[in-house]
């Protein structure tokens, strides 16, 4: 697809591919360059996409801000889903729906619709704003309950919700509507504290500047401005950007699926990182650390190599904290 857009404008292109080995060798070295535990995992490639952009140029546009402010994402759409789904028979809904989704065969794929599916169904049942964050998130409240171990959550008190700084910014803030709403949650979380650290990071550890055009001050007001109809329209999202470009790039460019920047984390778990992941996630170090519950750790590591679970994002989360946090003290 990028070519095609770069023969399209008659423009350069340049690329580069990501090898399971190459982000296994690299792994540790962005890790370092990380002040926090990131478990955004596409910090892999945009670190490698940065490196490699900075041979050519100093400067490099991004299209950060566009999926946030016009509703550019797959939850966009899957809220619009909910609200279906909510009004069905609850005995329809518990009875038959969630206990076929159980059932679905698990694929490795990225984002394959049985993850999917299954994060859908874990989200339901929260408030619009939190089941966003079970959405985006690896442990959902309940999950991280069984995670920690008893001393984390005894010292951590019985008030402690990680979805705190989430209900404390939305208290008493009114929407014109849901999507504004949601809007609202990517553009201060998602958005600030996920894709701009990223590349921030990832880009400035290569001296490499990355600009975001979509986040220029008056565009980002005048796209807040507008009504939520000009951004998704039906289950159409990023209508009003579609429609301004619709006789400026190749139909099949407008019509593909949204892509995003992820890698294949799932498959890459079971075989070129599983190594990787048994030592750092391995019973005797979790012991010894007294963090997590390793009980819970490794059977959620043995479900994910046997393929009856794909636990991902959990696995994933929990490799890079261990590995940013042996690495820090």
């Given at each position: 697809y990028a070519r095609q857009v770069a023969r399209h404008f008659g423009v350069s292109h340049h690329q580069e591919r990501l090898s399971a080995d190459t982000m296994r060798e690299i792994l540790p070295e962005v890790i370092g360059l990380l002040d926090e535990p990131f478990a955004d995992a596409s910090v892999i490639p945009t670190y490698l996409l940065s490196r490699f952009t900075r041979r050519y140029v100093t400067v490099a546009l991004g299209g950060d801000g566009g999926d946030e402010l016009l509703a550019g994402y797959d939850p966009f759409e899957a809220h619009k889903w909910a609200g279906v789904y909510e009004r069905l028979p609850a005995l329809l809904r518990r009875g038959l729906i969630e206990p076929l989704v159980a059932r679905l065969p698990v694929s490795h794929r990225n984002m394959s619709f049985d993850f999917k599916a299954r994060q859908f169904i874990k989200g339901m049942g929260y408030p619009r704003a939190l089941r966003n964050q079970v959405w985006l998130g690896a442990f959902s409240f309940?999950?991280?309950?069984?995670?920690?171990?008893?001393?984390?959550?005894?010292?951590?008190?019985?008030?402690?919700?990680?979805?705190?700084?989430?209900?404390?910014?939305?208290?008493?803030?009114?929407?014109?509507?849901?999507?504004?709403?949601?809007?609202?949650?990517?553009?201060?979380?998602?958005?600030?504290?996920?894709?701009?650290?990223?590349?921030?990071?990832?880009?400035?550890?290569?001296?490499?500047?990355?600009?975001?055009?979509?986040?220029?001050?008056?565009?980002?007001?005048?796209?807040?401005?507008?009504?939520?109809?000009?951004?998704?329209?039906?289950?159409?999202?990023?209508?009003?950007?579609?429609?301004?470009?619709?006789?400026?790039?190749?139909?099949?460019?407008?019509?593909?699926?949204?892509?995003?920047?992820?890698?294949?984390?799932?498959?890459?778990?079971?075989?070129?990182?599983?190594?990787?992941?048994?030592?750092?996630?391995?019973?005797?170090?979790?012991?010894?650390?007294?963090?997590?519950?390793?009980?819970?750790?490794?059977?959620?590591?043995?479900?994910?190599?046997?393929?009856?679970?794909?636990?991902?994002?959990?696995?994933?989360?929990?490799?890079?904290?261990?590995?940013?946090?042996?690495?820090?003290?």
């Open positions: 309940e999950e991280q309950k069984n995670l920690l171990a008893p001393e984390v959550l005894q010292a951590a008190g019985e008030a402690w919700s990680p979805y705190g700084d989430i209900t404390k910014l939305m208290d008493g803030r009114k929407f014109p509507d849901n999507l504004a709403e949601l809007i609202y949650l990517y553009s201060n979380f998602y958005l600030a504290e996920d894709i701009l650290a990223k590349v921030d990071r990832a880009s400035m550890a290569v001296s490499l500047e990355v600009r975001a055009p979509f986040l220029d001050v008056e565009l980002a007001e005048f796209i807040n401005r507008l009504p939520s109809s000009y951004k998704m329209h039906g289950f159409k999202r990023k209508h009003l950007l579609k429609e301004a470009m619709k006789h400026r790039l190749p139909k099949r460019i407008m019509q593909r699926s949204k892509k995003g920047f992820g890698i294949p984390l799932a498959a890459w778990l079971r075989a070129e990182l599983k190594p990787m992941m048994q030592e750092h996630l391995n019973e005797s170090r979790l012991k010894k650390d007294g963090l997590f519950n390793h009980q819970f750790v490794q059977r959620l590591i043995h479900e994910h190599l046997n393929g009856t679970r794909d636990h991902r994002k959990q696995l994933w989360t929990l490799l890079v904290f261990q590995m940013w946090r042996e690495r820090k003290f």
